[in-house]
């Protein structure tokens, strides 16, 4: 019969030192009872971290119902813009990226609405780019006719020397020094693929990262906007709206996730004189997305498009807004000089656009100007 032999089988333990072990063991597991309960000690950990803002905060139910944001939160829109969140204005190469970023820049100094959301309260915004010369900028900003108006709640960098060399200490350093002279509400950084120089994922998880180290913390935590392109277009691809105009972006889907609103930016017409531009907002993570708009784009700003704009026509593809041609002028003013509000009516019955589009047109500005010929009030083609 198999069994233990209890008294000679050196691989057990003597029963003496077996019991001593247990009544240690149930006087540590009683001892344990006695204290506090285990777990973080919050208030403790905080009070030995007072020198830093923690990394992570907590809220009861309750104190989330009470929260009451601070007036100046919400900046731009229903949500669009608001200080410590990420929004991103996209667009394929030279579609006015820049343009609509210099224009939020504006609105926010005049108070005037930003390409149809309103302003709530005015405020400064910080430029940095690595896009246009100032060269380009003098044109931009003398375009504008603005001066004092936006001279406090304005500044641009030019392209660094070296890139947007955001691991570099010096260059961190300078845009430090300028975030807490000037204390920005907005900062803007355009382009994106500037401090993601690849689309892997660790490497746009990391860029965003820089960019928001470098950022004041706090009740003083600017909007963060990011200007960005979008992919390549696709043979036959239509980029007429819905929420999955923000996958256009170029990139890691770290680009349309961290950011709370997404703006996209689409040519409203496949003519190359045409500078129609349509206004998309995929995304808006704190509130409602606004509908689409067409906008004619200059390097004094935006101006609406309305009824000239053929939202049908840009749905199938071939562009939205309706170009006035040359053959239009010939057609509608023939071989006569006429007066100019009569003249502007003939253009508008031959090429079915607005008042205003053909008042530019036959302007002595306008860019049918070298065809014309202007005297004392009256307008008519050259032969």
């Not at 731009?76 to 929004?87: A, I, K, L, S, W």
């Not at 003398?142 to 108006?149: T, V």
């Amino acid at each position: 019969m198999c069994g233990f032999n209890r008294g000679n089988n050196h691989n057990t333990r003597p029963r003496t030192s077996g019991g001593i072990e247990k009544k240690n063991i149930m006087a540590g597991v009683i001892q344990l009872k006695k204290q506090e309960p285990l777990g973080i000690n919050l208030k403790a950990a905080v009070a030995e971290n007072t020198n830093r803002e923690p990394r992570i905060r907590f809220f009861k139910p309750s104190e989330l119902r009470a929260y009451k944001p601070d007036k100046d939160v919400v900046l731009v829109g229903d949500c669009h813009v608001m200080r410590g969140e990420v929004f991103v204005i996209g667009g394929e190469p030279g579609v006015g990226k820049s343009t609509a970023a210099t224009e939020l820049a504006i609105c926010g100094a005049t108070g005037r609405d930003w390409l149809g959301l309103p302003v709530h309260c005015r405020f400064r915004t910080m430029i940095v780019q690595n896009e246009n010369g100032r060269f380009r900028l003098q044109k931009e900003y003398e375009a504008r006719d603005l001066g004092e108006e936006i001279e406090e709640s304005i500044i641009v960098s030019e392209p660094p020397p070296f890139g947007m060399t955001l691991n570099h200490p010096d260059f961190l350093a300078d845009i430090r020094a300028a975030l807490a002279s000037f204390r920005p509400d907005v900062v803007i950084f355009d382009p994106w693929n500037a401090a993601a120089k690849d689309d892997k994922v660790s490497d746009y998880a990391g860029a965003f990262d820089a960019l928001r180290a470098m950022l004041p913390t706090g009740k003083d935590k600017p909007a963060l906007g990011i200007v960005a392109h979008t992919k390549k277009p696709q043979a036959a691809e239509k980029r007429t709206g819905g929420s999955g105009l923000m996958h256009l972006l170029a990139g890691s889907y770290v680009l349309t996730s961290v950011p709370r609103a997404i703006f996209i930016m689409v040519r409203g017409g496949t003519d190359e004189t045409d500078d129609s531009v349509v206004w998309f907002n995929p995304k808006n993570s704190n509130g409602p997305c606004c509908p689409r708009t067409a906008w004619e784009r200059g390097i004094e700003g935006f101006v609406p498009v309305g009824d000239d704009f053929d939202w049908e026509t840009f749905e199938g593809g071939e562009g939205g807004r309706k170009v006035i041609r040359l053959e239009h002028i010939r057609d509608a003013l023939g071989c006569d000089m006429w007066k100019r509000s009569e003249a502007v009516k003939q253009l508008q019955e031959v090429s079915e656009c607005g008042q205003r589009a053909c008042q530019k047109a036959l302007g002595e500005k306008g860019s049918f100007a070298g065809n014309l010929r202007f005297d004392d009030g009256f307008v008519g083609v050259k032969e």
